[in-house]
């Protein structure tokens, strides 16, 4: 099993430009979620998903569209990227135990 | 507003030297106590989750115990490989069944050898 995977790994971008951060989890699990993380801010929910066709809104969910087509995917999306939007992105996934199991994380950087 | 706070932000020790980490929590129903590993550049590996005071789980030199209040990491004789950032995370009743985590800052922690 493959786990949690993310694609890319490293993103530029400039301001204004968009793009779309895949998630990928082959465990079956029903819900996913995506996180920033900021130096000194821990980890931030931002949408999630408690099944296919299903999203909502987390902690801090403005700039950043989401969609749930398929179980196994979780795809974030910016369609105005701002440097406010500067961060390591992390998908998780959630299996029955409770647990949520992190993919490597995308480093994204705006200018 | 949940909150959780972990201290310190960043600790060194010698190989050997046994310390605590610590997650204070305030929230308004707590489910479960979840504490993570994150080594640089790597995303967040679970360690463990608590439910209730008293509880107390252990994984090689690591125990995690929990209060009403906080959750301690106890590293007992660390070596330089459990060198890595700790985060600590809370799940409340009342996410409900999307069980949402509100995670620490969490505690850098080096292992000198």
């Known amino acids: 099993n493959a786990g949690v995977t993310q694609t890319p790994k490293f993103r530029v971008l400039k301001t204004g430009q968009s793009m779309t951060l895949l998630c990928a989890q082959d465990?079956?699990?029903?819900?996913m979620y995506w996180y920033r993380q900021d130096p000194g801010m821990g980890l931030r929910l931002i949408h999630y998903?408690?099944?296919?066709?299903?999203?909502a809104k987390g902690e801090v969910p403005d700039g950043y569209n989401v969609s749930r087509l398929k179980k196994q995917n979780f795809l974030l999306g910016l369609e105005s990227a701002a440097p406010s939007q500067t961060s390591v992105y992390f998908c998780?996934?959630?299996?029955?135990?409770?647990?949520?199991?992190f993919g490597p994380g995308t480093r994204l950087t705006v200018l | 507003e949940d909150q959780v706070t972990q201290s310190p932000e960043a600790l060194r020790l010698q190989e050997g030297e046994s310390s605590s980490l610590n997650c204070s929590y305030t929230?308004?129903?707590?489910?479960?106590l979840f504490w993570y590993r994150q080594d640089p550049g790597k995303g967040p590996e679970f360690l463990f989750t608590?439910?209730?005071a008293g509880e107390e789980k252990e994984k090689e030199r690591l125990k995690a115990t929990l209060t009403k209040k906080e959750s301690f990491l106890h590293i007992t004789a660390p070596k330089p490989e459990d060198s890595a950032t700790y985060l600590c995370?809370?799940?409340?009743?009342?996410?409900?069944?999307?069980?949402?985590?509100?995670f620490g800052s969490g505690t850098q922690l080096t292992v000198l050898p």
């Open positions: 465990m079956n699990h029903e819900y």
């Open positions: 929230v308004s129903g707590l489910r479960g």
């Open positions: 995370a809370v799940q409340v009743i009342s996410s409900g069944s999307a069980r949402q985590l509100t």
């Open positions: 998780a996934s959630r299996g029955a135990s409770n647990e949520q199991f």
């Open positions: 998903s408690v099944g296919e066709g299903t999203t």
């Open positions: 608590l439910y209730s």
